[in-house]
C-alpha cells in the first residue's frame, strides 16, 4: 500500500494530539517542535497572529520579571517549556490543518476516536485489575478526562453540517466507543464541555429568545439537580458513583471558597485547589506592587507550607497551579492575566459573515466560551496534558481554507 504526504501528515497530527497523553512533558514539547518546524509556512492567519502576539508577550514579561527574583536554573528552564506550549500547540494545528491535511476536521474526528480506543482498552484493562468499584484508581491509571476526544465526539455527531461524511455503521460505532470513553473519564468538566460545545454547534448562543428560555431552564435544572444531590448527600470516598456525585457536590466549594484550614485534612484535600488559589494571592501580595503587576516571573513558586502529593510526588514548592489565571498571576502578574483574558475575547473577531462559516463560527463561540472554565478549572491551554491550543489553530485555518475556496474533500 503505497502511503502519501497527507497520509503521513495525518499520522503527524495523530501523534501531535496523542502523546500529551502519555504525560511526559519534554517529550510533548519534542514532537511538537519538529510538527512546528517541519511545517512551517511564509502566511499566517492574522487572527493566529493576534494569539502568538498575547501568548509571546505573557512569555516575554515572565522572562524579564524573573530577574527581578530568585530562581534556580531549571526551574526557569522547565517554566519556559511550559509558558510556550500555548504557541506550539497553536503553530501545529494551523500549520498542520491549513495546508498539510486534505480534511482537518475528518483528521480531527479519526485521531479523537483513536485515542477513545486506547482510553477503553486502558479501562478495560484497569477493571480487570482492580474492578469498576473504585472510580479513583479506574481514574488514576485509565485517564481523568480528554478534552480533545470532547471536541471529536461533537462534531462527529455534527459531521454533515461540516462537509465529512462517514457511512452509518462508521458513524454508529464511533459514536457509541467516543460516548463509552466519555463516560468512562468520569470527568466534570468533560461533561461541562460537551454540553456547551453541543449547544453551541445547536446555534443556542446567540442572543434571542431562544438562548434566553435555554439558559433560564438550565439554570433551574442545574440548580434542581444540585440541591436534589445535596438531599442525597453523597460521602467522601464513597463506593461506585458516589464518589463521582461528591465530586460534583463539592464544585462551589473547591472553585470559590476562600478559606481553607490546613490542619482538617478533609477540608485541605477537599478544597486543594482553592488552597493553592489562596497561597498564590498571599504571597504574590506581600512581594510588592510591582511584583504583582508584573509577576514573579519563569522560575518562581508556591510555597504550599507542607508537602502534598501531586502525581506521585510530595512536593512542597510548585511552580504551576492548577488554575491558569493564577499560573499566569504568579508569573506574568497582572498584565499576564489581562493578555489572558484579551486572548480570549479577540477570538469572537476572527468569525466570518456567511453561510459557509455558520459552523466554524458557531465552535469557536464554543471553544471561547469553554476556555474561560478551563482556565479556572485545569490551566487551559497551559497544562501539559493540554491539546486545545492544536484544535483552535485547527479551526482557524479552516477559515482560511474556506476563504480560498478549498472545500474539504473525502479522504
Request: net charge positive.
Amino acid at each position: 500500500m503505497k502511503v502519501n504526504k497527507n497520509t503521513l501528515y495525518a499520522a503527524l497530527f495523530l501523534l501531535c494530539v496523542a502523546v500529551p497523553y502519555l504525560n511526559n512533558y519534554e517529550l510533548t514539547f519534542a514532537i511538537w517542535t519538529f510538527a512546528t518546524a517541519l511545517s512551517l509556512r511564509k502566511s499566517y492567519n492574522k487572527h493566529l497572529l493576534y494569539q502568538l502576539f498575547f501568548f509571546s508577550s505573557i512569555l516575554v514579561i515572565a522572562t524579564i520579571s524573573a530577574f527581578f527574583h530568585d530562581f534556580k536554573g531549571y526551574d526557569f528552564i522547565r517554566d519556559f517549556t511550559y509558558i510556550v506550549k500555548p504557541i506550539l500547540g497553536l503553530l501545529v494545528g494551523y500549520q498542520l490543518a491549513r495546508t498539510h491535511l486534505v480534511n482537518p476536521i475528518k483528521t480531527l474526528i479519526v485521531s479523537g476516536f483513536y485515542l477513545a480506543i486506547i482510553h477503553l482498552v486502558l479501562v478495560a484493562g484497569t477493571i480487570l485489575l482492580v474492578g469498576f468499584r473504585d472510580i479513583h484508581l479506574l481514574r488514576f491509571y485509565a485517564g481523568y478526562f480528554s478534552d480533545f476526544e470532547i471536541y471529536a465526539l461533537v462534531l462527529l455527531w455534527f459531521s454533515k453540517k461540516f462537509q465529512v461524511e462517514f457511512t452509518k455503521q462508521q458513524k454508529a460505532l464511533m459514536l457509541v466507543l467516543l460516548l463509552a470513553s466519555t463516560f468512562f473519564y468520569l470527568s466534570r468538566i468533560n461533561f461541562i464541555q460537551a454540553g456547551i460545545l453541543f449547544f453551541a454547534l445547536k446555534g443556542f448562543f446567540a442572543l434571542n429568545k431562544r438562548l434566553i428560555v435555554v439558559l433560564a431552564t438550565g439554570i433551574v435544572l442545574v440548580v434542581g439537580g444540585y440541591f436534589a444531590l445535596l438531599a442525597y448527600n453523597p460521602i467522601r470516598n464513597g463506593k461506585g458513583a458516589d464518589a463521582f456525585l461528591y465530586k460534583i457536590k463539592v464544585i462551589p466549594e473547591e472553585a470559590f471558597k476562600t478559606r481553607v484550614d490546613a490542619s482538617d485534612w478533609k477540608d485541605f484535600n477537599d478544597n486543594y485547589r482553592s488552597v493553592e488559589n489562596i497561597l498564590t494571592v498571599k504571597q504574590m501580595g506581600n512581594s510588592g506592587t510591582p511584583t504583582i503587576l508584573f509577576g514573579k516571573g519563569l522560575g518562581s513558586r508556591v510555597d504550599l507550607k507542607q508537602e502534598v502529593e501531586l502525581d506521585g510526588t510530595k512536593m512542597k514548592y510548585i511552580s504551576i497551579v492548577h488554575n491558569g489565571y493564577m499560573t499566569t498571576f504568579l508569573k506574568s502578574g497582572l498584565l499576564g492575566i489581562v493578555l489572558l483574558i484579551s486572548s480570549i475575547l479577540v477570538l469572537r473577531k476572527a468569525q466570518v459573515v456567511g453561510e459557509s462559516y455558520k459552523m466554524y463560527n458557531r465552535l469557536l463561540i464554543g471553544t471561547i466560551l469553554f476556555l474561560f472554565l478551563s482556565y479556572w478549572v485545569f490551566l487551559g491551554f497551559y497544562f501539559k496534558a493540554d491539546t486545545k491550543s492544536i484544535v483552535l489553530g485547527l479551526i482557524l485555518a479552516c477559515y482560511d481554507r474556506i476563504a480560498l475556496n478549498q472545500q474539504p474533500k473525502s479522504l
